[in-house]
């Protein structure tokens, strides 16, 4: 039975969400963002293990322990993360591969700035993959006009038939995903995200529809919306 793993990439500067803490770690409704997204998996129990993967500064200074306070256990030791996201997600990868996790295992990558990840959509994920032997990731049918600018001027409009926002997690063998990483890394392709190197690889994986609320925090703005999105959710429950 392949085990099921989580590479959370949390290396990130967060240049454009701005202040002076990476947003990874900036409070949302009483916890650091990467608190909100680690619990989701570790609160999971078909998940064997979570990867971390942190700035090698905060990792270093042991930064992150006085962040996420004893009570959170992770059971594998993070490790550095790379210039990025993608070198990060190798890094996380090969870690999850020291540890022992097998060729053949799934691995989910999620980004650490989307803490309002839905169980309900990780559960439709993960019950998605027997049937995804090409792998498989959640996203979204884009339901706006979509606009080509330059220089703030439209140049006309994309057509959108057809066309999904990409979400995450995104879900892949480790061995194939470690090594399509590292073949578009070495083309110097553009990866952001790993369908995109798999794709490269002829892999076609499966979009499974989630939920809109699953936002990445990039901007100031965006904290408050998942915090808001995070209340809204409390009170449902
Ligand atoms: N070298 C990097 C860059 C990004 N990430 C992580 O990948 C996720 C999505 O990336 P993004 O939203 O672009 O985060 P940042 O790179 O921090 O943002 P910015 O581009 O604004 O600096 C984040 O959880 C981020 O921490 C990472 O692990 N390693
Ligand atoms: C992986 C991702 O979240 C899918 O939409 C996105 O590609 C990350 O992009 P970023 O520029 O690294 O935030």
């Not at 916890?31 to 609160?43: R, S």
């Not at 090698?56 to 990025?84: C, H, I, N, T, Y």
Request: net charge negative; with cysteine.
């Amino acid at each position: 039975m392949n085990r099921i793993w989580v590479v959370i990439p949390a290396g990130g500067k967060g240049q454009r969400f701005g202040g002076s803490q990476a947003k990874q770690y900036v409070q949302l409704r009483g916890q650091p963002v990467l608190a909100h997204t680690l619990n989701i998996f570790l609160q999971e129990p078909r998940i064997a293990g979570v990867q971390l993967v942190l700035p090698e500064e905060d990792l270093r200074s042991g930064f992150w322990r006085e962040l996420l306070g004893e009570q959170m256990v992770l059971p594998l030791a993070p490790v550095s993360g790379g210039k990025q996201r993608a070198d990060s997600v190798r890094l996380g990868l090969e870690a999850l591969q020291a540890a022992g996790a097998a060729d053949t295992d799934w691995v989910l990558v999620h980004d650490a700035a989307r803490p309002c990840l839905r169980s309900a959509d990780l559960h439709s994920l993960l019950d998605s993959l027997p049937d995804s032997p090409q792998g498989a990731l959640l996203g979204i049918p884009v339901a706006d006009t979509l606009k080509r600018e330059n220089n703030a001027v439209s140049l006309g409009t994309v057509d959108r038939e057809g066309l999904w926002r990409a979400l995450t997690p995104q879900a892949f063998p480790l061995s194939a995903l470690l090594a399509a990483l590292r073949v578009a890394q070495a083309a110097d392709s553009p990866i952001t995200d790993e369908a995109s190197a798999m794709e490269l690889q002829g892999w076609r994986p499966r979009l499974i529809q989630g939920h809109g609320d699953n936002i990445k925090i990039t901007l100031g703005d965006d904290l408050a919306l998942a915090a808001a999105i995070l209340a809204a959710r409390d009170e449902e429950n």
